[in-house]
């Protein structure tokens, strides 16, 4: 996979000596020049990785920063002259992953978004997928596998797997269930829910006397059998 990395800079030698030490290692540069561009380029072309200086012709680097820290968690590496601790705190306060101060060596720059992308995939493995004894799930593409096989699920049972996997062999109650999958006026139709776990048993070949993935807590919700609570 190439990572796209996104350069917020006004001094074009830098984006010229950061451009072609980018495509030396293998990322796809993308570069703007102003808070303004960087928006627009942001939410068109989604990058892994931004580059931020803060002295930008049309404001702080930091009002680009609390933007798109409204709705992504986006890595962001700060280039900075001012070089006083306080100002370094309010960089990381104000959501940023890390800072470079100016000048810079290159060498350093690559390392450092080296270490982002790191980050950004060790997160994204962790979060994508779960997995649990017989059982994975794969979020980004709504797959769920038994035993290494495939099984095809709706929406709602894919939420309900996902929610029971999230804390295996845990009891997950009713209300939470129903909240969170058909919404808050659904809270008491445990109906609902009976029908999907049928629906569930079937699929995983699971039968309602031996329930050896799903365990039913009468009256309170379900748990996904693991190895730890096969223990208890």
């Avoid at 933007?67 to 002259?81: C, E, F, G, M, Y």
């Avoid at 982002?116 to 059982?135: F, G, K, M, N, T």
């Avoid at 365990?215 to 190895?227: A, C, F, Q, V, W």
């Amino acid at each position: 996979m190439t990572y796209k990395v996104l350069v917020v800079d006004d001094e074009p030698q830098i984006h010229t000596f950061i451009r072609i030490s980018l495509a030396a290692e293998g990322f796809d540069y993308i570069g703007a020049t102003s808070i303004k561009s960087a928006l627009d380029i942001f939410h068109r072309e989604q990058p892994h990785i931004i580059v931020l200086d803060l002295g930008l012709p049309d404001g702080d680097g930091t009002q680009f920063l609390q933007s798109i820290r409204q709705t992504v968690k986006t890595p962001v590496l700060i280039l900075t002259a001012r070089d006083q601790e306080a100002e370094k705190v309010r960089l990381l306060e104000a959501g940023a992953n890390d800072y470079l101060s100016k000048p810079f060596g290159i060498k350093e720059l690559i390392v450092r978004i080296k270490v982002l992308v790191r980050d950004l995939v060790d997160e994204a493995s962790c979060s994508d997928i779960l997995v649990s004894d017989r059982l994975q799930l794969q979020k980004s593409t709504n797959q769920v596998w038994l035993d290494s096989k495939e099984v095809a699920l709706t929406k709602k049972e894919f939420a309900f797997v996902e929610k029971l996997m999230n804390q295996p062999g845990k009891l997950v109650k009713q209300t939470e269930l129903l909240e969170d999958i058909w919404g808050h006026s659904h809270r008491t139709d445990t109906h609902y829910l009976r029908i999907l776990v049928s629906q569930l048993r079937k699929k995983f070949s699971d039968s309602a006397d031996l329930q050896q993935l799903i365990k039913t807590e009468s009256g309170l919700g379900y748990r996904l059998i693991s190895d730890n609570s096969r223990l208890h």
